[in-house]
């Protein structure tokens, strides 16, 4: 039985979102288990993602419950560590720590199997934010409009050479290759993803390296980087070392643009609870937090701000999943795994849906484009 | 008689830009009076200010001599004072710490007089950046571009309020006004430009105060905010304050366009000597201190480099105050004036045309523009 004063206080924190306990509406959630309302405030976000998973609770549609529940700032009124509720779920699968362990946690997230990835993320496999703004109606042309807009960013010529570091299943290096004849090097920790781009990459100017950014001790200068999805695994400690590493192997005169996720406040040190349980070693950037890392290495030419877009692509991601979950092994992926994949991508929608977390491409060059860099969007 | 190791110094400082004296190249130098050399290496920026004022020095092509040194990266190896050379005129009439000297400061370089601003700033009297990227053949253009840029930045729609700190000659409420049918607030420390505003705004909707924003402490809530070359007038301690005040009279969905010079490097405390002769309490932003300002007060929807647009503003302004120079009273504009206004000018242009100083319009708003922000080019 769940301690009454816990669930009063609990349904009256709901009531201020407007979320009613099994009510119809698609913020509402059904409770099935009473035992949530002690879980949830006792172990915040960490109890809210497990006891979703364990299912004990659900909610007409996930993301709106979301949607409702950040907008009315109940994260902070619950516990302060629901800010990282959406974290809950990929934090027990992704360990963000770079170095030693880096492979490894690579290997963990992105080696889950490419069954599962594939009807996810449709046929460019981009694991980042897809490109809406230019009225893509699906989610591969919002990937492709997604590659063209990076491009175009970087104003990509024949022959150049390319670096896009953290490559994922190297969607954007074909791309650059492919349409642009630029020459390019990418590379990943994640063995499946190396394997899939040597199998999809024949014929063109693409070379794929297994290693960190870390590791990566390539001494060649490149006319353009293209960092899109990797400054989340970076770290904080680590900005400034993985921004200097990027100019120093950039034409004086190079563009780079760089893709992240970011966060509305800078969180210099977490708490260690939350690090080992929830999002070890990965904190989303502030923008102070990159401003600072990139004082004096480079110059800062446009900052673009496209977080309901990550809003859309996750909606169309959860879509794909649901659809193709019938055909997955469900030795492999179980009910629970079920569970926590889709409160994971919905949770993540309503942070971007309600602007708590951002999606941004900025450029930066070296120098100063000479002539003035002219903004793509 | 120059010491002759100066001499020597100089020359091989300026070798190392590309730059002879007495050569006929745009960027060559004429020296005048040998004892340049001394001066330039004894005083730094100051030095080389003053001298140029007095007529101890030209250049074919002013500008062009400072592009060459700039990129060469003369100032470092001269004195660490030269990165302030272009603030050697403008810091010798503008005391840009704010408090009670605001609106003595505000006289000494608004107030100089309309006669000099009228014919060198053009009908709109917009003493900050054109905008000449939707290619604008005169400054007068360049100018509406600029208020038409901001506006549409601010999605502004008829009826709503609009405060324009720090307006100068008003020309953007006066825009504001006019075109979108918005209720406009502005406010200058300048007695003249409040006089001007009035004289030019019957039957708009503009009301013009004359007030400081320390001073400013009306309690409507603006839907919109164009500050508009203000932030260079705020100070590094006071930027989030300023900041803090702005979100304070701003809607919740409203959004706030700050356009301002920027610098490459925080600087958060200059030195004594300079702060005192040079550049008073007037230290340009960088990127790292306006998002450490806004942190947790603004949420960045956009942010645009349009420096090289200021390098052609400044030109016109130049052409047009050469132009109209004969016909000013050379009384009060005497020859070393024009020198001390020249030197200005053109340094400032060329510092802008080799991103040494950047031009920004920052689109902030205070919980995230809902359905996203639309970036205007």
């Known amino acids: 039985m769940a301690d009454s004063t816990n669930k009063t206080t609990v349904k009256k924190l709901l009531t201020l979102a407007d979320i009613k306990v099994n009510g119809k509406r698609a913020q509402d959630i059904i409770i099935t288990d009473e035992r949530f309302y002690d879980r949830a405030l006792s172990h915040g976000s960490l109890g809210i993602g497990e006891s979703y998973m364990d299912g004990w609770w659900s909610a007409n549609k996930l993301d709106r419950f979301f949607e409702n529940a950040f907008q009315a700032d109940l994260r902070d009124k619950v516990s302060k560590n629901w800010r990282l509720a959406a974290y809950v779920v990929r934090g027990s699968l992704i360990n963000f720590q770079m170095g030693k362990r880096a492979y490894k946690n690579a290997q963990k997230h992105y080696d889950i199997g490419n069954d599962l990835y594939e009807p996810m993320l449709g046929k460019t496999m981009a694991y980042t934010c897809g490109y809406w703004d230019r009225g893509a109606k699906t989610l591969d042309k919002a990937q492709e409009d997604k590659f063209e ?92 070392k993985y921004l200097r590493r990027m100019a120093e192997i950039l034409t004086d005169d190079g563009i780079m643009v760089l893709h992240t996720i970011g966060g509305n406040k800078s969180i210099r040190r977490i708490d260690p609870w939350i690090d080992k349980y929830i999002f070890p070693g990965g904190v989303l950037p502030s923008v102070k937090q990159l401003a600072s890392a990139f004082e004096g290495i480079f110059i800062l030419e446009d900052w673009h701000n496209l977080s309901t877009n990550y809003d859309k692509t996750l909606l169309a991601w959860y879509e794909n999943f649901k659809e193709s979950y019938p055909k997955l092994n469900h030795d492999k992926y179980d009910t629970r795994f079920y569970r926590m994949w889709e409160f994971y991508l919905l949770t993540c929608a309503a942070l971007f849906r309600t602007r708590q977390t951002q999606l941004w491409q900025i450029v930066i060059s070296k120098k100063g484009v000479t002539g003035g860099y002219k903004s793509v969007r």
């Open 149 to 240: 807009l990076v491009c175009q960013k970087l104003g990509l010529k024949k022959g150049m050479k390319v670096l896009d570091p953290g490559c994922g299943w190297g969607g954007l290096s074909r791309y650059m290759a492919q349409k642009y004849g630029c020459e390019v090097t990418c590379f990943t920790p994640a063995k499946e993803q190396i394997a899939y781009i040597k199998q999809h990459s024949k014929g063109l100017k693409v070379k794929p390296i297994l290693s960190t950014w870390q590791d990566y001790k390539g001494k060649t200068k490149f006319d353009r980087i293209a960092s899109i999805g990797m400054m989340e695994h970076v770290g904080p400690k680590n900005y400034e």
